[in-house]
């Protein structure tokens, strides 16, 4: 194993060890739903060839696709805001179900479903704009809760969402902000 990959798999390690000393309580499930819809954020772009034309949509809570997760035994948790990749969310729900059984809050949701673009062929820097645009939306959304630390927001992208999330990590401000997961970004894209 090269010097590098041995170095990157000991800082993970290191992240998850910690997280888990921090957060290992057991924690209820409670998907929540009680939001306020945002019909106007939802446009509609379409698909011509590899690209998005069109307005991206930002972030509605009420899209069938959304998912906030909330443990009930912690009275303000931090939460992690996942971003998916090429193949949509189911690429991230089962590291999203782990981030839960740490303590974390989560939010998920579809930015393909969100903007009405089927799984497909699409080049990766337009995917990238698309969840990134709904991801930012998000990520205002979530600071307007109350029921989640709103200074102790995380980021977790895998593929393209990894991409963006690194882009992210520049757009979003450091008092709200404590950390960035990209796991395997995207050599293409949006850079």
């Known amino acids: 194993m090269s010097f590098v990959k041995s170095f990157k798999l000991c800082g993970m390690l290191a992240f998850i060890i910690l997280l888990t000393i921090h957060f290992c309580e057991n924690s209820k499930a409670e998907f ?7 019909p106007q954020a939802i446009k509609t772009p379409a698909q011509k060839g590899l690209k998005i034309v069109g307005e991206m949509s930002e ?10 997760y909330r443990p009930d035994n912690i009275k303000s948790p931090p939460i992690i805001i ?3 990749g090429g193949g949509g969310k189911r690429d991230a729900i089962n590291i999203t179900r782990e981030f839960q059984k740490l303590g974390f809050a989560t939010l998920i949701f579809d930015a ?5 673009i089927p799984l497909g062929r699409i080049g990766n820097a337009y995917r990238q704009m698309m969840i990134l645009k709904t ?3 998000a990520y205002e959304w979530t ?8 200074s102790k927001i995380y980021f977790y992208g895998i593929s393209n969402g990894a991409s963006l999330v690194i882009n992210i990590a520049g757009m979003v401000d450091s008092k709200h902000v404590r950390g960035v997961i990209a796991e395997a970004p995207t050599t293409t894209g949006i850079g």
């Open 135 to 137: 991801t930012y939306a």
């Open 82 to 84: 996942i971003a998916h």
């Open 112 to 116: 393909y479903e969100m903007n009405g």
């Open 143 to 150: 600071l307007t809760r109350k029921d989640v630390d709103t």
């Open 59 to 68: 972030f509605d809570p009420c899209n069938a696709s959304v998912e906030l």
């Open 32 to 38: 929540v739903k009680d939001f306020d819809c945002i």
